[in-house]
């Protein structure tokens, strides 16, 4: 899928000039902080509030989508249960998948990890004498850092989705894995197409900067040696593959050059064509409220006087299938509505997460990729559950984004500032005696300390709000007792237990 306009609805951010958010990277090595970055994306209010708004959007664009779909319910279930299904004998698909593409006349390739993957399709390159690429927009690819590779072995790749052609432009990752630049505003883009396709720095009109791109983008096009996409879902039955765009990119990389190389992630089968009767019903729906992405596009074997590759990447799947408390995130089909519903990432920006997979998704995800690099992850989210409620196979995000938590301490993966942390406070909540002095003692304290003792470093929820008025009738307890509580036993001899 794409970018839509960024400003189309928010016209009153459009007209100001306010430099980009470029949060801080963590290097190699190093644990992403995630709340220094969205701090720093907050520092840009104007940009904040349109990342907010534009997300948002689409969030109530897929409640009016599903209203117009009595069964959407029974879609969702029904989408699950396939991908249990699936996911349970992903092996036999898998094969099957396989068989018939090789039948097809389509080269079958299997990958274990990133690398494999990288080193696959550069040799395919290599033996066609490959220099210039088109990619249609795919993750997986992201997460192989399958461009940085290729830039690295001399093979240029041109990105031809529009959202994702900004990003590779203005060197950034993508923020949302559907629309990889909705963190952008229309000034931003003219920018970034003034240094690097040379248009006009002072002209922000969508139209404008879309045909600039288009004729900037379109010769390269032309003069690939290949062409690269990757999968919404492949299909076991057919050995078929799947890829939605709103933009006809896939079918301008997949049909234009002679050599198509499909990389596609194991967990992207299902297992009869009709099953996409169901998949493709929820996709677009649940990722922009829109019925259907405007291009549907089934690829089964190579063109005439063409040659087709398939790699099929596991890099971290089978590990996760078999994890009794994460396989279903495996079930995930990439359509951002997650992201979109989270409070955490609608005001954080997705390049806050340091990552390939931001929000819900990537706190599930990016862990078991990385579990030391991405440990604070999981502590971005208030744990609301409307990430789960929006998910239209059902995956339950919030409990496995409590699960990874549980895990990073017990293998002691979390900062000693947050254990530290987390074990005051794990003490004093388990008792009720200790929590009541607590409250009393943050009471007195809010009474009569000074601000600077209160609003200092070391009180994060203090950098960025007020404290609450403290209430003059005290706790609830001590409202209880009062109230409630007089002339029994445990009022009387003041037993808290």
């Known amino acids: 899928m794409t970018t839509p306009d960024p400003d189309q609805t928010h016209n009153s951010h459009a007209a100001v000039r306010e430099a980009q958010p470029k949060p801080t990277k963590a290097g190699p090595g190093q644990r992403v902080n995630h709340a220094n970055a969205a701090r720093e994306f907050l520092q840009s209010p104007v940009h904040a509030e349109s990342h907010d708004e ?36 992903l092996d036999e698909y898998l094969e099957q998948f396989a068989d018939n593409a090789a039948e097809n006349g ?9 690398a494999d993957h990288n080193r696959i399709v550069h040799e395919i390159f290599q033996r066609h004498g490959v220099k210039k690429v088109i990619k249609s927009k795919s993750m997986l690819m992201e997460e192989c850092g399958f461009r940085h590779y290729m830039d690295s072995v001399g093979i240029d790749i041109v990105e031809t989705d529009l959202g994702e052609r900004i990003q590779q432009l203005d060197n950034e990752d993508p923020s949302h894995v559907v629309v990889p630049a909705v963190h952008k505003m229309r000034s931003d883009v003219s920018q970034v197409f003034s240094k690097t396709i040379g248009s006009d720095a002072d002209n922000d009109d969508a139209h404008y900067l879309t045909e600039q791109q288009r004729q900037a983008t379109r010769p390269l096009i032309l003069d690939a040696d290949a062409g690269m996409t ?11 593959f799947v890829v939605c765009t709103n933009e006809g990119n896939a079918d301008l990389s997949a049909n234009v050059p002679n050599l198509h190389v499909a990389s596609i992630g194991i967990e992207k089968i299902v297992p009869k064509l009709s099953d996409m009767g169901v998949f493709i019903r929820l996709l677009s729906r649940s990722a922009l409220g829109s019925p259907i992405t405007q291009y549907t596009s089934h690829f089964r074997k ?26 279903s995130s495996l079930k995930c089909i990439r359509c951002g509505a997650c992201m979109n519903t989270c409070p955490v990432f609608r005001r954080s920006g997705g390049l806050s997460y340091g990552a390939t997979y931001t929000g819900p998704l990537g706190l599930i995800l990016d862990p ?21 409620n929006v998910c239209p196979v059902k ?22 500032t947050k254990k530290s942390g987390l074990n005051a406070a794990g003490h004093i909540l388990s008792s009720p005696k200790a929590y009541r002095a607590a409250i009393k003692s943050a009471h007195s304290a809010l009474k009569h300390l000074p601000d600077w003792a209160l609003y200092n470093k070391l009180n994060a929820w203090g950098q960025e709000r007020d404290f609450p008025d403290v209430p003059e009738q005290g706790s609830f307890h001590d409202w209880y007792r009062r109230h409630r509580m007089a002339g029994s036993a445990t009022a009387a001899t003041g037993d808290d237990e």
């Not at 389509?106 to 990133?114: I, L, S």
């Open 395 to 416: 995956i339950n995000i919030h409990e496995q984004i409590f699960e990874w938590r549980k895990v990073l301490a017990e293998d002691d993966m979390l900062p000693w």
């Open 302 to 327: 190579p063109k005439d006087g063409g040659e087709m590759h398939i790699v099929l990447v596991d890099n971290g799947r089978s590990e996760r299938l078999g994890s009794e408390r994460f396989w």
């Open 230 to 240: 990757g999968a919404n879902f492949a299909v076991a039955e057919t050995g078929g």
């Open 106 to 114: 389509v080269h079958v390739h299997w990958a274990g990890d990133a």
């Open 54 to 89: 534009r997300v948002w959007a689409m969030r109530q664009r897929r409640d009016t989508a599903a209203e117009t779909i009595p069964e959407w319910e029974a879609l969702r279930d029904l989408a699950s249960q396939i991908k249990t299904h699936t996911l349970s004998h």
């Open 368 to 388: 078991s990729i990385d579990a030391y690099r991405y440990s604070n992850l999981p502590f971005a989210s208030t744990l609301n559950g409307s990430c789960t």
